[in-house]
């Protein structure tokens, strides 16, 4: 829509243009509504007939004497143009993106009027949205010519314009703004009685819905009346302000007067009726409940009650000063209240939003004024960039002086050092050596922090499971022969024995159990938990999966499989079997460099009964502290308590004292680093066990000192085996 500058509170002079009268009028709001405080009003007394040049230069003269009166100094014009100028329709648009509303607008009135669009100004507004997603668009357009003649009164003035507003549209802002058209719903017609025109504004329910302007007015009774009894024009509206009235039905008491103004009268109600019936044949339309009016003609007497008898409907005159406040300078709009209305609309649109907002200023003064601000924008832009320059220009050569400065000085300081760097700075400088040999030193002692730094983060908190092993056994009677650090793996070896023949074997050095099947008694082999013997013979070297603890922290890997206690191999395919009574040697494993850090704990000790060594592994996985608990169920083995020897027997905790048998263990538990995978040792989690050495034979199991037989277990009958050296015990299936 067409605009120059925002609608809101803003200083312009506002000038009602009409036909017989001109008027001046200043509107402000202040916290309880609004105020009126400046309003002139001066009559033209022209008659219709005059040139149209002399009737522009009495206006000018009359508007020129108000303002020096009013002692207003708004540059800026808002003014209206008369209803019967403009183009008005309300129509109801289709679903369309809202910026195509303007096309759509522009080519309406395009069809409508016969007039390019550079001839025209125009404007639209979205009054509301339809139920199918569309819109109510009420378009007013007009030829520039209209305009252009109401501007030479604004040169005159030496003002420049700031808003063209239409006249039945301002009338109708301000009765809208006091509530002369009552309850949301009702449709009213707003009546307008001009000197030259009478203008019909309906609004329903809530929404301004029609506009029509007739080409009857005041002046025509005025004409009617000089006519009739040989007056010149100003002796007849002189006459018809004093004494004309409109008809009351009387032939009698209206007399020849009565008579010729209710010809006017009847011409003029004949179209407002044509009027209304169009209304209601509309889209949108109905039939009108009530009339208010407004303008000159309003002042007629008898014109309220003859337009209810003519229109047959409620008919009041509209109180436009309702809630008004009227300062000092403007008691002259007491007067005549009725022709206020057009004036006060005009000035409502200095004070901020409006319900019907149009704007008809021609396309070439909006042209015009962006120029001009276009201009205004870069004339400021350029002083904003010659003052930059005028302030930078000295402020960077001050700084330049400074830098300057500063290096002079650091020049001098430099030259202190070496001098030759002075005049060449890429030269290498005399304390490059000093400079090297210094990072060096504190490279050598980054590393050496950073060596304390990994000893720390990889320190064990041995104490902290030492003391959750001894709170873990407090319930149950568990004690302890040793417990020590380990290193837990799994890796791959080669078993080193071969069997063949039947009959009960040895194990082997360091070997857990050697194990034939299909009734074969086997010798064990070295280094495995547990081995298969098949029937092949020697030669044979199966892989064996081997869950390796290498024993005592910080001794060299080959003193940990000679001698630490607890080394353990597991496998699906054991070692060979060696010939009956023969004793197979165990292949080592490879070797290691160097011993890892410990990630385990290996204890051995004894308990009650095997409920309480279960319930023991339970709590110690249920701490938070170990990773995962591993229970060599081999090593659950009845153990008398007189062969743990005098030593052993008296440390016995009170729980079982007087008992004649305890049960031994071996207990694996890791306590930090990778996860060892449980499928590789069972799909328990436990390993297969080991023997408790010094144990004796005793209830059909075989017990040699550092190894022993185990009964059979899974419906497999056992063969009383010797134990090898430093083996758990040695075993054969039938």
């Known amino acids: ?71 207003l100094r708004a540059r800026k014009a808002v003014f209206g143009v008369p209803g019967q100028s403009v183009f008005t329709r309300t129509r109801a648009l289709p679903p369309v993106p809202e910026h195509k509303v303007s096309q759509i607008v522009r080519y309406e009135i395009q069809q409508q009027i016969p007039f390019s669009l550079d001839q025209i100004a125009l404007d639209y507004q979205v009054l509301s949205r339809t139920e199918a997603g569309g819109y109510d668009v009420l378009m007013a357009a007009i030829k520039v010519d209209v305009v252009e003649k109401r501007l030479d009164i604004i040169k005159k003035l030496k003002r420049s314009v700031g808003l063209v507003d239409v006249a039945p549209v301002a009338v109708y802002n301000w009765l809208k703004t006091t509530g002369e058209f009552g309850e949301q719903g009702d449709c009213v017609a707003l009546i307008d009685f001009g000197a030259s025109t009478t203008d019909i504004v309906i609004e329903r329910e809530g929404q301004f819905r029609f506009t029509r302007s007739l080409n009857l007015g005041g002046n025509d009774i005025t004409n009617a009346i000089g006519n009739t009894f040989g007056m010149e024009f100003a002796e007849a509206e002189r006459l018809k302000r004093q004494r004309g009235f409109a008809p009351t039905g009387d032939l009698q008491r209206d007399g020849k007067g009565g008579e010729v103004v209710g010809q006017v009268l009847n011409r003029l109600v004949t179209e407002i009726t044509r009027s209304f019936s169009y209304f209601r044949s509309q889209p949108g339309g109905g039939p009108v409940s009530r009339v208010v009016i407004t303008g000159g003609g309003a002042c007629l007497r008898n014109i309220v009650p003859y337009l209810q008898r003519q229109l047959n409907m409620e008919v009041r005159i509209a109180q436009p000063l309702t809630g008004l406040a009227i300062g000092p300078g403007a008691q002259a709009i007491n007067e005549h209240p ?17 319900p019907i907002s149009i704007n008809l200023i021609p396309p070439r003064i909006i042209e015009g004024a962006r120029r001009k601000q276009q201009y205004v924008y870069w004339a400021a832009s350029l002083a904003v960039v010659l003052a930059i320059f005028a302030t930078i220009i000295p402020d960077m050569q001050n700084k330049i002086a400074e830098v300057e400065r500063h290096t002079e000085m650091a020049r001098d300081v430099i030259a202190k050092y070496d001098p030759t760097l002075v005049n060449q700075p890429t030269a290498p400088c005399q304390f490059d050596q000093q400079l090297a ?49 380990t290193m837990l793996t799994i890796e791959d070896a080669r078993a080193g024995g071969a069997g063949g023949a039947r009959g009960g074997g040895g194990g082997g050095g360091g070997g857990l159990m050697g194990r034939r099947e299909d009734g074969d008694d086997g010798g064990g082999g070295g280094g495995g938990l547990r081995g298969a013997g098949a029937r092949a013979g020697a030669g044979d070297e199966p892989v064996v999966r081997r869950l390796a603890s290498s024993g005592f922290a910080g001794i060299t890997s080959d003193r940990a499989r000679d001698t630490a206690p607890g080394t353990m191999g597991l496998g699906r395919d054991g070692q060979a079997a060696g010939r009956r009574g023969g004793r197979a040697g165990a292949q080592q494993a490879a070797v290691p460099e160097q011993v890892p850090l410990p990630n385990g704990l290996e204890i051995h000790g004894y308990a009650r009964d095997e409920r309480i060594v279960l319930d023991f592994v339970t709590a110690l996985r249920a701490r938070d502290e170990f990773e995962d608990v591993f ?104």
């Open 1 to 71: 829509m067409a605009s120059l500058q925002s609608p809101r509170v803003q200083k312009r002079l506002v000038l009602d243009i009409g036909s017989s009268a001109v008027r001046l009028c200043e509107l402000v709001k202040t916290k309880t509504g609004y105020q009126v405080t400046k309003y002139f009003q001066r009559d033209i007394d022209l008659p219709p007939s005059a040139p149209e040049a002399e009737r522009l230069e009495r206006t000018a003269e009359l508007a020129n004497e108000m303002l020096k009166e009013s002692k």
């Open 437 to 485: 040999s210094a990072q060096n030193y504190i490279r050598v002692i980054k590393q050496g922090i950073d060596r304390i730094d990994n000893y720390y983060n990889r320190r064990r908190p041995w104490l902290q499971y030492i003391n959750t092993l001894n709170e873990a056994r407090q319930r149950d009677p568990v004690w302890f022969t040793r417990v020590f650090t």
């Open 338 to 354: 009725e022709q206020s209305a057009a004036a006060l609309g005009l000035a409502l649109r200095n004070c901020g939003d409006v």
């Open 631 to 734: 229970l060599d169920e081999r090593s659950v083995n009845p153990v008398s308590v007189a062969a743990l020897g005098r030593a052993t027997a008296a440390g016995l905790p009170a729980a079982v004292a007087g008992q004649n048998q305890v049960v031994s263990f071996v207990i694996l538990v890791q306590v930090s680093g990778p996860e060892l995978n449980p499928t590789e040792i069972g799909a328990t989690g436990r390993l297969a066990g080991v023997g408790a050495p010094g144990a004796t034979q005793r209830d059909g199991i075989g017990l040699r000192q550092g190894g022993m037989g185990m009964r059979e277990r899974g419906g497999l009958q056992e063969r009383r085996g010797r134990g090898g050296g430093g083996g758990f015990f040695g075993r054969g299936d039938r």
